[in-house]
T-cell receptor, first 114, second 113 residues
């Protein structure tokens, strides 16, 4: 059962363009939505995250847009650079006191052409 | 330096030969987890641990075992590896809270022939 659906699977963007990756979740108990960035040969690392009571969060060229009613969130990379070429994972997480649930999307391989 | 250390980075083995992948973190995190990464399937959780001696199954636990005897260590054990366990494995740790980011190791690429 895939609780977080991510699209597209791969994305090619020209340098300076906007990269957009979308995710949708099912479980309304999720209360935190991070994005992770992974470079080849490395483990994923936290890029940016958002709480569901916020509709948008921006850090530099990276912005998360969050639509609670639609249960969707997306990552926007403005002015995309070749150094942004990586795999991006969205995730959704919750903690109930006795269990922590963290589910990842299937990943998006982003290639930014010079 | 805060880090999660996995060993080995690369491992080639044969079907049925028991192996252990080690994972150690130096941040005193309560939560530790193992994931496998396969093309098109993303990161799937194998097992996780909320604290010492507390472990639970993730989404794909079949064929794997774990233990958490010390807070810093969370080894992954494959008692009888099979070719379908060929994958890239990641260990991660964090605090328990939802907004605590996961810190990942650099991965172990396992090939079972």
């Amino acid at each position: 059962q895939q609780q977080v659906k991510q699209s597209p699977q791969s994305l090619i963007v020209q340098k300076g363009g906007i990269s957009i990756i979308n995710c949708a979740y099912e479980n309304t108990a999720f209360d935190y939505f991070p994005w992770y960035q992974q470079f080849p040969g490395k483990g994923p690392a936290l890029l940016i995250a958002i709480r569901p009571d916020v509709s948008e969060k921006k850090e530099g060229r990276f912005t998360i847009s969050f639509n609670k009613s639609a249960k969707q969130f997306s990552l926007h990379i403005m002015d995309s650079q070749p150094g942004d070429s990586a795999t991006y994972f969205c995730a959704a997480t919750s903690f109930s006191g006795s269990a922590r649930q963290l589910t990842f999307g299937s990943g998006t391989q982003l290639t930014v052409l010079p | 330096e805060a880090q999660v250390t996995q060993n080995p980075r690369y491992l080639i083995t044969v079907t049925g030969k028991k192996l252990t992948v080690t994972c150690s973190q130096n941040m005193n995190h309560e939560y530790m987890s193992w994931y496998r990464q396969d093309p098109g399937l993303g990161l799937r959780q194998i097992y996780y641990s909320m604290n010492v001696e507390v472990t639970d199954k993730g989404d794909v636990p079949e064929g794997y075992k774990v233990s958490r005897k010390e807070k810093r260590n969370f080894p992954l054990i494959l008692e009888s590896p099979s070719p379908n366990q060929t994958s890239l494995y990641f260990c991660a740790s964090s605090w328990l809270q939802s907004n605590s980011p996961l810190h990942f190791g650099n991965g172990t690429r396992l090939t079972v022939t």
